[in-house]
């Protein structure tokens, strides 16, 4: 397919190249057409001419040549020469006549047929001038939606680097937002497992303790129940909360992932607007190359052209005056003038010889000579009138041509303008690419020190909270394996307890047994009053022994009570110092906020100051170089200004004499 491709494209580039190479052909082909009609005009003009020269010189000479006096003797010989001159001077004047009549029309097609090739020509001009005039606006134009494009592109490049830093961010924040609640999870689910034990052993503790005898009464039981109750309800306040939690984590990765998958349609959405704007761009950028390809093409064949039209009228200027040096109008007045006072003295010898002639024939050949010489005159006249019009209209296009060319000129000094405009153009194109993409890396840069940075402070502090948490996931462990152990002693005091009262209850048994059979004897022999002694005794016994296990349990629950408040607390304390963590994660922003800004800051004032020493040393050398007093004062108050001198200071400067 790439082969194909580039045999393709090759093939239109070789069509291309033969085509304007074609047009290139026939342009010079017609342009050797118009040259060699121009040459053959010229010819014939030349010819014409020259044929007016030679017949205006051989009259001349004709006349110069005759006798301008004669005997008066020889009266016959001179009336049959003068019959014989007239006759041959009247057909020599007729060829005369009929030779300059052809050449006044050959110079008058000539001149019809010049003036419609300089008014073509001018048209071309004019419309080549006004497609070069809209060629011109076109790329003016272009020119205008480039740069526009360009600010365009500048400002949405800017606005994607910003929404990508935004998106950045968001991304950082919620990953630190996965990460605590990971880490919130994991500590619940390690309290979660630590706490399970304990509350199977205390419900099981609690469930062995139902099975107390009866005898123990309404307040174990109610005490017992107290406590079921209560790590149930622990137990389900533990699980609504690790279910809201896990919700919480879902929901927070549901909404992330949606974020992340936004952010990157986005991503992909802005890249791909991107690239159909860089490849609009380039389209773009072509064309106009192309374009001023076409336009520097059709600028070298205007010069060619140009250099053509100056060698032909150069060529016309030099023929023309080779014409005009040889026939000029003045010789052509004097020979007119001269072949006036030839035909009257050709008159005086033809009146002075036909005196004894007959008045008829003299008077006929007095009026043939008259009607000879004014129709001379007229023609000589009216072609003298011609080649004056002629000179005229040829100036005329002398002066339009040379318009012509000075309009050229200041086309070409215009399109010369335009293409210097367009090179600057290009060049602070490409130094302004240079220099945003110079920033663009300072930038880059700066972002990856400052997230270093923001990656070493966090870094730090999460050491710094996962040692205070270790620390007191420690004591809590330690407050836990004492409690337990509390727990056990307490659990055994209660077994030697029960172990106690068990062997009461059984001695008590048996010792009523034992009354009850010494009963009947005892009543025979002794009174009522030793009987509820010994039961009295008894009782006794028995509740004292009741008062210890209530004791016992009372101390018991108290040491549990104090392990709540001590896990409460210490499970407030991980809550703020949680809440700590964060407001430093805020603080850390915050301080990272102000040091961009801060550098942003210095970057201006560095740049300012450049401006200042660029100023100052600008003024400080017009202060060396220049020689006036008041203007060295007003450089002094800028130098002061720039550089903060102190009053004392400015008066001591003042006070010198420069």
């Known amino acids: ?14 069509e291309s190249i033969i085509s304007s190479q074609k047009e290139h052909i026939n342009r010079y082909e ?44 020889e009266a016959s010989t001179t009336k049959n020469a003068a019959q014989d001159g007239t006759g041959a001077a ?40 006004a497609a070069k005039n809209a060629t011109i606006e076109e790329l003016t134009k272009r020119l205008k939606t480039f740069e526009n494009h360009q600010r365009h592109r500048s400002t949405t490049q800017e606005d994607q680097s910003l929404t990508i830093r935004e998106l950045k961010k968001m991304l950082d924040d ?21 706490n399970l034990p304990e509350r199977s052993e205390g419900s099981s503790k609690r469930r062995a303790g139902m099975t107390y005898p009866s005898q123990l009464g309404d307040s174990n039981e109610a005490d017992t129940t107290r406590g079921d109750t209560s790590v149930n309800e622990s137990l389900l306040d533990l699980q609504q909360e690790i279910v809201h939690l896990k919700r919480q984590y879902a929901n927070a990765v549901a909404d992330e992932k949606q974020r992340v998958r936004l952010a990157e349609e986005r991503s992909k959405r802005l890249g791909e607007i991107h690239e159909e704007r860089v490849a609009n761009l380039e389209s773009r950028i072509t064309e106009l190359s192309e374009m001023i390809g076409k336009y520097d093409r059709l600028r070298e064949q205007d010069k060619e052209n ?30 007119s003038i001269e072949d006036g006072y030839g035909s009257g003295d050709r008159y005086k010898q033809h009146a002075r010889g036909e005196v004894d002639a007959p008045p008829n024939e003299i008077f006929d050949a007095n009026l043939l000579l008259i009607g000879t ?36 000129l200041s086309i070409q000094e215009y399109n010369r303008r335009l293409l210097q405009k367009l090179d600057s153009l290009k060049q602070t194109l490409v130094y302004k690419e240079t220099e945003f993409e ?55 005091e209660i077994k030697t307890l029960r172990t106690s009262l068990e062997i009461l209850s059984l001695s008590t048994a048996t010792l009523r047994q034992q009354e009850q059979t010494a009963m009947p004897a005892r009543e025979s022999q002794a009174p009522g009053g030793s009987v509820m002694v010994a039961s009295f005794g008894s009782s006794s016994d028995e509740q004292q022994h009741l008062i210890h296990y209530a004791q016992e349990i009372a101390r018991k629950n108290v040491e549990i009570s104090a392990l709540r408040t001590s896990k409460n607390a210490m499970d407030t304390t991980l809550r703020q110092t949680l809440q700590e963590k964060v407001m430093i994660e805020e603080e850390c922003k915050e301080k990272m906020s102000q040091m961009a800004r801060e550098i942003e800051r210095l970057r201006r004032n560095y740049q300012l100051e450049g401006s200042n020493l660029e100023y100052l040393k600008n003024v400080v050398l017009s202060f060396l170089l220049s020689r006036d007093s008041e203007s060295k004062k007003h450089m002094t108050n800028a130098i002061a200004a720039v550089l903060k001198f102190d009053e004392s200071e400015i008066q001591a400067v003042n006070n010198m004499k420069f």
């Open 174 to 194: 919620e990953r630190n937002l996965k990460e605590k609640l990971e880490l919130q999870l994991g500590d619940l689910k390690t309290q979660f497992l630590l």
């Open 30 to 73: 017609s342009r050797l057409k118009d040259i060699i009609v121009a040459y053959k005009g010229l010819a014939k003009e030349k010819a014409a001419l020259e044929t007016t020269l030679q017949t205006l010189s051989c009259e001349g000479k004709t006349m110069a040549k005759k006798p301008s006096t004669e005997s008066d003797g």
């Open 438 to 492: 110079m920033k663009l890396a300072e930038q880059t840069a700066t972002l990856k020190t400052e997230t270093a940075k923001h990656n070493e402070a966090l870094c730090t502090l999460q050491a710094s909270f996962e040692s205070q948490i270790g620390h007191l996931q420690d004591t809590l462990q330690k407050q836990r394996e004492r409690s337990l152990t509390v727990m056990d002693e307490k659990d055994e």
């Open 90 to 129: 009247h057909q020599s004047s007729d060829d005369q006549v009929q030779k300059l009549t052809k050449n006044i029309a050959t110079l008058t097609s000539e001149r019809n047929r010049i003036e419609e090739v300089l008014k073509r020509e001018r048209t071309q001009l004019r419309q080549d001038m």
């Open 1 to 14: 397919m790439e082969n194909r491709k580039s045999d393709t494209s090759k093939l239109k580039e070789y």
């Open 306 to 335: 140009i250099v053509q039209l100056k060698e032909t009228i150069a060529q016309m200027k030099t023929s023309d005056g080779e014409e005009v040096t040889k026939s000029p109008s003045d010789g052509l007045y004097r020979e």
């Open 373 to 408: 010489l004014e129709g001379d005159k007229q023609e000589k006249l009216e072609m003298q009138k011609e080649f004056e019009n002629y000179k005229r209209g040829y100036e005329q296009c002398v002066a339009e041509n040379q318009k012509l060319k000075e309009e050229l």
